[in-house]
């Protein structure tokens, strides 16, 4: 059975879709993906020989290998042309390794309708480079499975207008204030005033000053909660 996770992730891949999920490891969710109908046909990018290994095992053992091809490359190099991908999903990874995956190959990109992402930490990473790339945020989960909080973040082309605070704390999960949202940030403001309380005022800098103002603003904003 996948994780609740995964299949948060897999809940936003439209039916039909063809899909390239990189950093597949198991390749459990392409193969949940192809079994349930919802992808046409996908691609299993992995870097790692191993976590390859187990792509193709799985792949094999499902009985998919006519759906699913597994490719080990770097990122969005294991997307070619011929394969008509519509839409990609990456999970488990931090936000700036996402971004540094979508950066480095973006003409793997040029027919993709679609990107479903789910960092682990540091979503704020996918929304800047989203602003900065032509991607709206179509939609946006917070779920917590086994005491760990993810995030999933649908993007689609187009333009979207956000402010520093939407930008950090994602404008949906934001407005819905959900308690698993609450928790997660009143969590970070307490690590914040911490470390903002061990720091003498000798050695403020402009850098700290800076959290600090952003973080009065995020206590307010959890608080209205
Ligand atoms: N996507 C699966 C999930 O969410 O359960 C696996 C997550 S696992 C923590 C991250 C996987 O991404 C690892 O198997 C790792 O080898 C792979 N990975 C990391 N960087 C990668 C890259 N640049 N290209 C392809 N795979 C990568």
Same mark, same amino acid.
């Given at each position: 059975?996948?994780?609740?996770?995964?299949?948060? =992730? +897999?809940?936003? @891949?439209?039916?039909?879709? =063809?899909?390239?999920?990189?950093?597949?490891?198991? +390749?459990?969710?392409?193969?949940?993906?192809?079994?349930?109908?919802?992808? +046409?046909?996908? $691609?299993?990018?992995?870097?790692?020989?191993?976590?390859?290994?187990?792509?193709?095992?799985? $792949?094999?053992?499902e *009985?998919?290998?006519?759906?699913?091809?597994?490719?080990?490359?770097?990122?969005?190099?294991? @997307?070619?042309?011929?394969? *008509?991908?519509?839409?990609?999903? %990456?999970?488990?990874?931090?936000?700036?390794?996402i971004?540094?995956?979508?950066?480095?190959?973006?003409?793997?990109?040029? &027919?993709?309708?679609?990107? %479903?992402?789910?960092? &682990?930490?540091?979503?704020?990473? %996918?929304?800047?480079?989203?602003?900065?790339?032509?991607?709206?945020?179509?939609?946006?989960? %917070?779920?917590?499975?086994?005491?760990? =909080?993810?995030? @999933?973040?649908?993007?689609?082309?187009?333009?979207?207008?956000?402010?520093?605070?939407?930008?950090?704390?994602?404008p949906?999960?934001? &407005?819905?204030?959900?308690?698993v949202? $609450?928790?997660?940030?009143?969590?970070? $403001?307490?690590?914040?005033?911490? =470390?903002?309380?061990?720091?003498?005022?000798?050695?403020?800098?402009?850098?700290?000053?800076?959290?600090?103002?952003?973080?009065?603003?995020?206590?307010?904003?959890?608080? *209205?909660a």
């Amino acid at each position: 059975k996948l994780s609740k996770r995964l299949e948060t =992730v +897999a809940s936003f @891949v439209p039916t039909g879709a =063809v899909v390239a999920d990189i950093g597949s490891d198991h +390749a459990y969710l392409p193969c949940y993906l192809v079994h349930k109908g919802i992808a +046409a046909r996908a $691609v299993a990018g992995e870097v790692v020989k191993g976590p390859y290994d187990s792509a193709v095992r799985q $792949v094999r053992t499902e *009985g998919l290998t006519e759906k699913i091809t597994v490719r080990l490359a770097d990122g969005l190099a294991a @997307v070619e042309e011929a394969d *008509g991908i519509t839409a990609i999903t %990456i999970a488990g990874m931090g936000g700036p390794l996402i971004v540094s995956i979508l950066e480095k190959h973006p003409q793997a990109l040029k &027919n993709v309708t679609r990107l %479903i992402l789910q960092p &682990n930490i540091h979503a704020k990473a %996918i929304r800047e480079w989203a602003l900065e790339h032509g991607w709206a945020l179509q939609d946006e989960v %917070i779920l917590q499975e086994d005491g760990k =909080v993810y995030e @999933v973040l649908v993007l689609q082309r187009g333009s979207m207008d956000l402010n520093e605070a939407q930008t950090l704390l994602g404008p949906k999960l934001m &407005n819905t204030k959900s308690a698993v949202f $609450v928790e997660k940030w009143s969590r970070e $403001v307490a690590n914040w005033q911490r =470390v903002q309380q061990a720091i003498s005022n000798a050695e403020q800098t402009e850098e700290n000053k800076a959290k600090f103002d952003e973080l009065t603003h995020l206590i307010a904003l959890v608080q *209205g909660a």
